[in-house]
């Protein structure tokens, strides 16, 4: 069964930076792909990173480059998401999940945690 847990979720001030965790169980990267997107209240989901298993091929959210990193240990079955110079526009929960990339497309997620929410003050 495909688990995936989320922390490190918190508030900061804007320009701050937290490193997200999300812990995943039934699956390892080798097989399955793996990213995050967010979803702030009344807003729809947003895509932010996806690398897919089969290839290598990835997504990055065009906003977010320069400043959120995504890095992974295997050994672990741990995936984090290092977000540095935080913006109040960043406020939302955030999902780690099971994805693929699509070419020309948002990635498709299908299993996600239970989120950890990211509050930036101005």
């Known amino acids: 069964e495909v688990q995936l847990v989320e922390s490190g979720g918190g508030l900061v001030q804007a320009g701050g930076s937290l490193r997200l965790s999300c812990v995943a169980s039934?699956?390892?990267?080798?097989?399955?792909?793996i990213g995050w997107f967010r979803q702030a209240p009344g807003k729809a989901r947003e895509e932010i990173f996806c690398?897919?298993?089969?290839?290598?091929?990835?997504y990055h959210l065009d906003s977010v480059k320069g400043r959120f990193t995504v890095s992974a240990d295997n050994a672990k079955n741990t995936v984090y998401l290092q977000m540095n110079s935080l913006k109040p526009e960043d406020t939302a929960d955030y999902y780690c999940?099971?994805?693929?990339?699509?070419?020309?497309?948002?990635?498709?997620?299908?299993?996600w945690g239970q989120g950890t929410r990211v509050t930036v003050s101005s």
């Open positions: 690398q897919s298993s089969s290839d290598g091929s990835t």
């Open positions: 999940a099971t994805c693929t990339v699509i070419p020309g497309s948002f990635p498709e997620y299908d299993h």
């Open positions: 039934g699956f390892t990267f080798d097989e399955i792909g």
